[in-house]
């Protein structure tokens, strides 16, 4: 029997449509947390919600990893948006991650993770370019995706699927200052959040597949306070339904 893919989210919003599509789920609890096992699109696979931030993400990397030995781990959910052109509506595949919040200098580098040598983790290939495939076709029709209520509350019109560097940190970034800071200091980073770093430092320890597939609920500056959960619920959690149902459907099914 083929290991198992782990599917996890930091909100409830942003796993319960999932949840409502696992057939079989049974739940399994450890750690505080509800582990969800069962299939979705014909695959073995774990459905988590972490909770917010790193330290939770990083306890709940280690219990898929021990227990329920995972062969992959896919992070889904919502980001605030930080480079130009990465607006709300729209989609990040990471390629890399790092921690934005880690600084031991001056004994280590800004942004090094002590006695590791590295401050950037790279997210899974792979994963990442066959979940950005079936995120180009899906968000052709945002429309069908979410429907027209959503449509025209938040405007996610034309979105677009971008590629590259996903910030994670402690704190959520909602000021303009605190996001011009960031941009200045990590220019090539397009998308902070606040789980996704820790998690693929953990799968990096372990040797296991990571990636993370983020929609833009904001551009992480004094706007940042708008109608958050509905977005989540209404927009990001459709979101990641359906490009996760996507690419678990584009899986062999006799992948080990």
């Not at 409830?12 to 582990?35: C, I, K, N, Y």
């Not at 959910?77 to 480079?83: D, E, I």
Request: glycine fraction near 8%; include cysteine.
């Amino acid at each position: 029997m083929s290991r198992p893919v782990a599917i996890v989210a930091a909100m409830h919003e942003e796993l319960s449509a999932l949840l409502a599509r696992m057939p079989d789920e049974q739940r399994v609890r450890v750690a505080g947390r509800d582990f969800w096992v069962g299939h979705l699109q014909g695959q073995p696979v774990v459905a988590v919600l972490s909770r917010i931030g790193k330290v939770a993400a990083a306890v709940t990397a280690t219990v898929l990893l021990e227990r329920f030995g995972v062969r992959a781990i896919v992070f889904t959910g919502v980001a605030g948006g930080l480079a130009p052109g990465v607006n709300v509506g729209d989609v990040v595949v990471a390629t890399e991650l790092l921690q934005h919040d880690m600084d031991a200098s001056p004994i280590f580098p800004k942004y090094e993770v002590p006695l590791m040598g590295r401050s950037r983790f790279a997210a899974d290939a792979a994963i990442g370019d066959a979940l950005a495939a079936v995120a180009e076709g899906a968000l052709r029709d945002p429309l069908h995706l979410v429907g027209q209520a959503a449509v025209d509350e938040f405007n996610p019109r034309s979105p677009k699927v971008h590629r590259g560097l996903l910030v994670s940190g402690d704190r959520f970034v909602s000021t303009t200052a605190e996001s011009a800071a960031l941009q200045r200091d990590l220019p090539d980073a397009l998308a902070v959040e606040m789980e996704g770093a820790a998690m693929a430092q953990a799968c990096h320890d372990y040797g296991v597949p990571f990636a993370a597939l983020r929609t833009i609920s904001d551009r992480a500056d004094d706007a940042a306070h708008g109608d958050f959960t509905r977005f989540v619920a209404e927009v990001a959690s459709r979101y990641s339904l359906a490009l996760i149902e996507a690419w678990l459907a584009s899986l062999p099914r006799d992948a080990a």
